[in-house]
């Protein structure tokens, strides 16, 4: 199991950017593949990007891609997510999740994570 803890999250207008981390613990991070996940409010939590372990397969839901940029740095044991061109669609407590197994060889899907952060909250006002 890998431990969670998400920071960066905050108020900002349309059009601005923020830059979501999340840290974790263990020695074996570079081992999993790390998501990005958002729950808006009163809705259910939806997926957002995904980083493979090696860090060579990367995915984004549509509505993201061009804005948003999920990286990892495995020295740091950190998951990043810059998120650019802010809209006010994007209001949503964050979450990254890991990967429950390590070294995954296929494609990744939303019920593979088994290890949550407990959220930030990212608000863009219009």
């Known amino acids: 199991q890998v431990q969670l803890v998400e920071s960066g999250g905050g108020l900002v207008q349309a059009g601005g950017s923020l830059r979501l981390s999340c840290a974790a613990s263990?020695?074996?991070?570079?081992?999993?593949?790390m998501g990005w996940f958002r729950q808006p409010p009163g809705k259910e939590r939806e997926f957002v990007a995904t980083?493979?372990?090696?860090?060579?397969?990367?995915s984004y839901v549509d509505s993201v891609k061009g804005r948003f940029t999920i990286s990892r740095d495995n020295a740091k044991n950190t998951l990043y997510l810059q998120m650019n061109s802010l809209k006010p669609e994007d209001t949503a407590v964050y979450y990254c999740?890991?990967?429950?197994?390590?070294?995954?060889?296929?494609?990744?899907?939303?019920?593979?994570?088994?290890?949550w952060g407990q959220g930030t909250q990212v608000t863009v006002s219009s």
């Open positions: 999740a890991a990967d429950r197994i390590m070294r995954r060889t296929g494609v990744i899907n939303a019920r593979d994570f088994g290890s």
């Open positions: 263990g020695r074996t991070f570079s081992s999993y593949s």
């Open positions: 980083i493979s372990w090696s860090g060579g397969r990367i």
